[in-house]
């Protein structure tokens, strides 16, 4: 991304946002954009960069400055800090920028208790109901996440979790209920606040971890196809138990 006047140019295809703490390295030519599709690129790189904990909670993070190490101008920014803070994840710092919330474990496992009242019905229900081959359709992503937790990526296991997730609500037909679904699920994917005695920060599940939530994904999806309403109950509970990764 460069800096913008009425215009901005994104990265080329592919390249995506430059990580928040490197100095982007040289773009070729790129066709224009309008800015909301910078703020855009800048969001999603800030998303991805809170969710692999490369933004450190506690720490506060200047627009002018993370504006410079994208190569934007500071309004694209502030922005996304600011759509970031109705999202719960950073806060206004006034006159030195945003601070990075946060979160412990028992804000994680109220997000999990809200989303499983919200998502755990609906399931049982679709799963009395939808067809096999309904399910079948959503293979690809169920795949999708088990090759995204291999990499060991928090950030790119994170997005794969929500579609898979969202997917199966989409059967349910109910647009709001998807959106706040997948709004808790954003906000229960922020990193963990480093106990008050450790100096190290807070670290990212390991790949294991995401491995086995992804294996989850498979093994519900199977008894959905199945229909064995039994293990689909005893799955999606114990998937919301452990839904703070």
Not at 127 to 154: F, V
């Amino acid at each position: 991304m460069r800096g913008e006047h009425t215009h901005s140019e994104p990265p080329a295809p592919g390249a995506g946002a430059s990580p928040v703490g490197h100095v982007p390295g040289p773009r070729p030519p790129v066709a224009v954009v309008r800015r909301h599709s910078v703020r855009a690129q800048v969001l999603q790189a800030l998303r991805a960069a809170l969710v692999s904990g490369e933004m450190t909670p506690g720490e506060v993070y200047s627009a002018p400055v993370l504006a410079e190490r994208f190569g934007v101008s500071a309004t694209p920014v502030r922005e996304a800090m600011q759509q970031l803070a109705t999202e719960g994840a950073v806060e206004v710092v006034p006159n030195r920028g945003f601070r990075v919330i946060e979160h412990d474990a028992r804000e994680l496992t109220e997000l999990a208790e809200v989303r499983a009242l919200l998502e755990v019905p609906v399931v049982l229900r679709l799963a009395r109901t939808l067809p096999a081959a309904r399910w079948s359709e959503l293979r690809p992503l169920a795949e999708a996440t088990t090759q995204a937790a291999a990499t060991g990526d928090r950030a790119v296991y994170a997005e794969s979790d929500r579609a898979f997730h969202r997917a199966i609500l989409s059967f349910a037909g109910n647009g709001q209920l998807v959106g706040i679904a997948d709004e808790l699920h954003r906000r229960s994917q922020w990193p963990l606040l480093a106990p008050r005695t450790s100096h190290e920060p807070a670290q990212p599940p390991p790949r294991a971890l995401l491995i086995a939530d992804a294996a989850e994904h498979t093994a519900l999806l199977d008894a959905l196809i199945a229909r064995d309403l039994t293990v689909v109950s005893a799955l999606v509970h114990e998937h919301f138990a452990g839904a703070d990764l």
